[in-house]
């Protein structure tokens, strides 16, 4: 991919030795926040020397302090309110201005991200795009590359601190670790962005056919109905792990699986950013800036559309033609290519 920078706000770290201590700033949602990971596993192996901290919400901490990357992973209270956050910066300052940062890469590009960035008055430092129609991923990479720092490849791969977290949830559920595991994910926050529930039992059903797998609905609590209507046809082969996992937990189990089959999700980021064949179903989302990117991954969007990425909660139509047109036959189809190219992939590259 290109650097093109140009329109990044950015003083860039200068040649010479590298810098000391980095911090990079992600808030909002736990997507957001897994996006941004494998870039900095791409910096930290770039800068072997430099020590990396992140800053995120109080509620995201336990996904990044699950890698060993962070020597310190902050979190900033205040819920989601900028107003609340902007009160609660001053205590966190006061912990980071002690760490004498020389980058920071602000990756939220918000007023509270800026105060922040401002304060700790870096030598280097580089300001996310919020609005180029590019995925999130490129934007943070081209936010990297505008403090200094080009990024020779980055790598699908999160390295956990303990692999099996989740594990004992798995076997719990029923997981007999002789079958493949196939994660579904109909966790899209609206109606447009749902496909048809009876469709991933139909997916389930073909799929099984000259395979041995077994299926696991992951993700929050107001999955269980779905999850529950699920298991009523697959049976054991469906294991409910709603609401059961902390982000690190369903991330190391995500990294267990064969292929993810879900909608436009935080798990879904969780997926692709691990390496994880992906298969993401896009009703009204903005593909262009959440789809998910490398050679293990598909997705089935509706940019090809008039109506397409909408971003509407329902659908003005009444029939959420963008998924509902994809027939579980068509997607087994495009999922099996999918887990067979991956497997051929020795490294994953986004």
């Avoid at 719990?172 to 670790?177: E, I, V």
């Avoid at 298991?231 to 991330?251: F, M, V, W, Y």
């Avoid at 290519?337 to 051929?344: D, K, N, P, Q």
Wanted: aromatic residues 6%; glycine residues 8%.
């Amino acid at each position: 991919m290109s650097d093109d920078v140009g329109s990044i706000e950015a003083i860039p770290w200068p040649n010479g030795p590298p810098p000391r201590r980095l911090l990079a700033i992600r808030m909002q949602a736990m997507g957001d926040v897994a996006i941004t990971l494998p870039y900095i596993c791409a910096v930290q192996r770039l800068l072997p020397d430099t020590l990396i901290d992140f800053v995120t919400l109080d509620q995201n901490r336990d996904l990044p302090r699950a890698l060993r990357l962070f020597r310190h992973v902050d979190g900033l209270g205040g819920g989601r309110r900028e107003r609340r956050q902007l009160f609660m910066a001053p205590l966190l300052l006061a912990r980071l201005l002690t760490r004498r940062y020389d980058v920071v890469l602000d990756l939220q590009n918000n007023r509270v991200s800026r105060t922040i960035r401002r304060a700790l008055a870096p030598r280097a430092w580089a300001s996310f795009d919020r609005y180029s129609p590019l995925s999130a991923g490129e934007r943070t990479r081209r936010t990297i590359a505008a403090a200094g720092f080009s990024l020779p490849r980055v790598e699908a791969a999160l390295p956990l601190r303990d692999p099996s977290a989740g594990l004992a949830i798995l076997q719990s559920a029923g997981w007999d670790r002789s079958s493949e595991l196939v994660i579904l994910s109909p966790a899209g926050a609206f109606p447009s962005r749902n496909w048809p529930l009876e469709r991933y039992a139909e997916f389930a059903t073909r799929w099984q056919r000259g395979r041995t797998a077994q299926f696991a609905v992951l993700g929050l609590a107001n999955l269980h109905r779905k999850a529950g209507s699920l298991k009523a046809i697959l049976g054991s082969r469906l294991l409910d792990l709603a609401g059961r996992t902390s982000p690190s937990e369903a991330l190391s189990i995500v990294q267990r699986a064969s292929l993810v089959l879900t909608e436009d999700c935080g798990l879904m980021h969780l997926a692709w950013i691990s390496g994880v064949p992906t298969l993401a179903l896009f009703g009204s989302s903005q593909h262009v800036w959440s789809t998910p990117l490398g050679q293990h991954t598909v997705c089935l969007h509706s940019g090809d559309l008039a109506c397409g990425g909408c971003m509407d909660r329902t659908c003005r139509y009444g029939d959420v033609h963008c998924l509902n047109r994809y027939t579980a036959d068509y997607v087994v189809e495009r999922a099996l290519a999918l887990v067979e190219r991956s497997s051929r992939l020795a490294t994953k590259i986004i």
